[in-house]
């Protein structure tokens, strides 16, 4: 995380001094640690944290944290064994720039909490490295690679104590030219090893998390890099006023609509595996478990999902009945996702909240920009996908909720539900009904569901569900409310 936030600062001074790359010479590295620093605190510039100095064909940029945590007069807190971390920036001759740090990072922080309690946390990673080829015509990585040996964290505060560990750590970045003009495609892919998470807390029964991985998988398309760098650019200037003329808020305006829509496509997956609870009462785990993420281009018809997907569900023995057991699904996910949100004209209000208005036009309301990004008022849901198999069951279901957030009876529904094995389930709700007569009353339910059902070629039961108003119910055409 540490170098992520140091080749970011580097980043943007590389993109908006690109000058510096001229030659390597003090003068060079003087700019340079300017660009670096020139937003921060004059207490923190002065402290000499961040020192940029010439060596050969690069220039050696230092981070001395010991010494930003001194300006910052934590008299409860005291930090130990933070050494310097050097970045290495050199010139290419197509005018892009190499970035390489090669370190260990092994600190520990003690004093005591707001609430009394005495606190120690010690961090370390080894062997960490990383690599890159930044260009500043689009103020981004080209390509990157970072890796590390084991990462530990441990906590300790009063009675309380938080122990988590990784064996080692990868990730790679690539870019490749967009689809979409002037634009550009990133990917960046990696994976930690063995994780470990040890939790004590008071009256709390102590439990370990583990996972054999935990990957990670981004990409996002049609970014608009040199757009943004623009922006980015104009903004840097900015942070050190306490107040932008109306010429530069028009200004940054024009950038920022200049740069919209930022990116054509965003997706993200992380997957545990192998993903295990140990705890007093047995191992509970996961074969994969999987969280995605995606968005559709910033516009008048976003939409934003996210996603989990289980496989290979175990539990201790005996911790439900065993009839129960059966109804625990091998296989699980779930697609759900905030649809038609008009990005687009948010913005368009976003942009003129400060703008001079009309005399005789109203203030802006406190739910303005709620009400600019949903089209016609409404808020759709939609869930491409919700599915749930086991050994005497397969359940899917896909459709949306389109409705009005202030009028909470207003609502329209489509769903389609698709279930394989549905004799089976019945007939073993019938079996546990035996046990627990409750559930006569289910099976009669089902029983009453699979006849206005209609069949698939493949043999599944399909209803279509259908509400127009929140009041009335049709499935199938049939009219139940």
Known sequence: MRTKIIAGSVL????VNPATAADINAQGAAALQESLTGFLPEQVKKSDFLTVTPAGDRYEISYDFGKLIGTLGLKDFTVAGLTPFIMAASPLDNGQWKLNSDSDVNFSVSGKLPDGKETDVTYSVTDMVFSGIFDPAIAFMRSAAAMSGPIRMVSKSGEEELEASFAGMNYTLASVGSKTAGAIDFTGKGSFKNFYERIVAPETPEFEVRSQSLDFDVGVEGVTATRIRDLMSFILPLIKKDKPSPEEIARLKELFRDAMPFFTSLSEKLTFNEFKVVSPFGDFGLGKLDYMLTMTEPNASTRI???????????????????????????????????????????????????????????????????????????????????????IYDVEASGKVKGYPDQKDRYSLEATILAGDFDKLIKHVQEMAKDDPDLNQTSLLM?????????????????????????????????LQ
């Open 12 to 15: 943007i001074a590389l993109a």
């Open 305 to 391: 999902g996210i996603g989990a997907r289980i496989e290979n569900v175990s539990a201790p023995s005996g911790i439900l009945p065993e009839a129960y057991e059966q109804l625990v699904p091998d296989l699980a996910e779930i697609e759900i996702g905030l649809a038609d949100l008009n990005i687009s004209r948010f913005i368009d209000v976003l942009m003129e909240q400060d703008a001079p208005r009309p005399a005789n036009a109203k203030d802006p309301k406190d739910d303005e920009l709620t009400q600019a990004v949903l089209n016609d008022g409404q808020l759709t849901i939609d869930f491409p996908k919700i599915l749930a198999k086991s050994s």
């Open 447 to 479: 029983m009453m569901a699979k006849g206005i059902a209609k069949t698939e070629p493949d043999g599944r039961l399909r209803w279509d569900v259908r509400s127009a108003d929140g009041k009335s119910l049709t499935v199938n055409g049939q009219v």
